[in-house]
């Protein structure tokens, strides 16, 4: 069984900073791209920035220059680094990864997994 388990989000002043973090735990042979999404309220959920297996990372337009996302394979786990946060970054913040599993009969599994959210929370 694979999970992933967010943790960092809280409440945030303007311009404060948050880190998140999210691990990735199981029957794991190897993870490929992980990624943060997040929605607010009354929005569709939506892409926040993603990294691939090999560190290439890509956001949207948004959050460029105030957040990065990294990885540390060895821990299974990923980053949101979030700087010059705004009331506009309010939302549940969702961690995603692509993960290729074993399953009970041996073979390989190829499937997306998603976190149980973390708020986070901008205000004054």
């Known amino acids: 069984q694979v999970q992933l388990v967010e943790s960092g989000g809280g409440l945030v002043q303007p311009g404060g900073s948050l880190r998140l973090s999210c691990a990735a735990s199981g029957s794991i042979f190897t993870i490929n791209a992980m990624g943060w999404y997040r929605q607010a309220p009354g929005k569709q959920r939506e892409l926040v920035a993603t990294?691939?297996?090999?560190?290439?990372?890509n956001s949207a337009d948004s959050v460029k220059g105030r957040f990065t996302i990294s990885r540390d394979n060895a821990k299974n786990t990923v980053y949101l680094q979030m700087n010059s946060l705004k009331p506009e970054d309010t939302a549940v913040y969702y961690c995603n990864a692509r993960i290729v599993s074993q399953s009970q009969y041996g073979t390989l599994v190829t499937r997306d997994y998603w976190g149980q959210g973390t708020q986070v929370t901008v205000s004054s």
């Open positions: 990294i691939t297996s090999d560190s290439t990372s």
